[in-house]
């Protein structure tokens, strides 16, 4: 796969950052953009139930509560258009979580505290691009985990675990053989996600409502050009029109995935969080799946026709 910045959105923070300060840029943009769980549209749900009727095996995950799943149309930033199932479900996630470090690591380097020097960028990267778990632990050690706690559940960072809302993006644990240090409160997880927050977190991204889009470029770096040809970036290897932007999560049965796709005309986040061992085939095939259907709806060409 080809994978090259998206020149309608992760390219464009370059002129945005030079102009505005991040206080300013994230106020303003709360106030254009709104929050992917107000977003939901029931059109666009309906029309993903017919595309997964005859898929038993999906909507028996559905149904048991294995599966959250979340696709948002973010072609227009300011009308996402939303569908879930399960969305608020948090499941054990693996690697997913480290997005959160990632968030953590940009918001201290906001504030002063954190420096962006050569080696914690190269961590940055690693700890996405390959999943390196020990640069994702030096990563949240300079970050703190109780402090990167405090920054999921603050308000002013979006709430990212919300105990009210089905918790969301938690990271109890380093990678690494250290003990546990907190597990979250809902399920006792170490490592956990649902779909919409980690839906939430990508797309705050993309707005600059979480990051200032100055630092949309090295995002870019940090979630492009994935390392790891797994479930997303196995099912859209080959359709070479299309940028992916990824972090994905696997042990024993436990299988996590959140990608932004982009491409010109079309740019949707979809993410998903599994508990059964077939889930890792089941992301490549669902992807595809996913892909025809948004390059359809968007009248977009699919691949190979």
């Not at 038993?56 to 995950?61: K, V």
């Not at 258009?81 to 201290?108: C, D, H, R, T």
Request: charged share 30%.
């Amino acid at each position: 796969m080809r994978i090259r910045p998206s020149t309608r959105f992760w390219g464009r923070g370059v002129v945005l950052g030079l102009v505005v300060s991040l206080a300013a840029a994230c106020a303003a943009a709360k106030d254009r953009y709104p929050d992917l769980r107000d977003s939901h549209d029931p059109a666009f749900q309906r029309d993903l139930d017919r595309l997964f009727s005859e898929l038993p095996n999906f909507w028996d995950g559905v149904r048991k509560q294995e599966l959250s799943l979340v696709i948002a149309d973010v072609t227009d930033l300011k009308r996402p258009q939303v569908a879930w199932y399960n969305p608020e479900n948090m499941l054990y996630a693996a690697s997913m979580p480290k997005i959160a470090i990632v968030f953590g690591a940009f918001v201290e380097h906001e504030r002063g505290v954190l420096d962006f020097d050569e080696e914690t960028r190269r961590q940055l990267v690693g700890m996405v691009n390959k999943s390196s778990n020990v640069d994702a632990t030096s990563v949240l050690r300079k970050v703190g985990i109780e402090r990167l706690a405090e920054i999921l559940q603050d308000e002013r960072h979006g709430k990212l675990y919300d105990i009210d809302r089905g918790g969301g993006l938690w990271l109890g644990k380093a990678y690494d053989k250290s003990p546990v240090w907190r597990r979250e409160p809902l399920k006792n997880l170490s490592h956990a996600a649902n779909a919409i927050q980690a839906a939430r977190l990508y797309y705050g991204f993309l707005t600059g409502t979480l990051v200032d889009t100055k630092h949309l470029p090295f995002l870019a770096e940090i979630f492009g050009e994935p390392g790891l040809n797994h479930k997303f970036v196995k099912g859209l290897k080959g359709r070479d029109d299309a940028a992916i932007y990824r972090k994905s999560g696997t042990w024993r049965n436990f299988h996590a995935d959140g990608a932004v796709v982009s491409r010109d005309g079309l740019e949707y986040i979809a993410v998903a969080v599994d508990t059964v061992p077939e889930a890792a085939r089941g992301f490549v095939d669902g992807i595809r799946l996913i892909d025809d259907f948004m390059l359809e709806r968007a009248g977009l060409a699919k691949p190979g026709s």
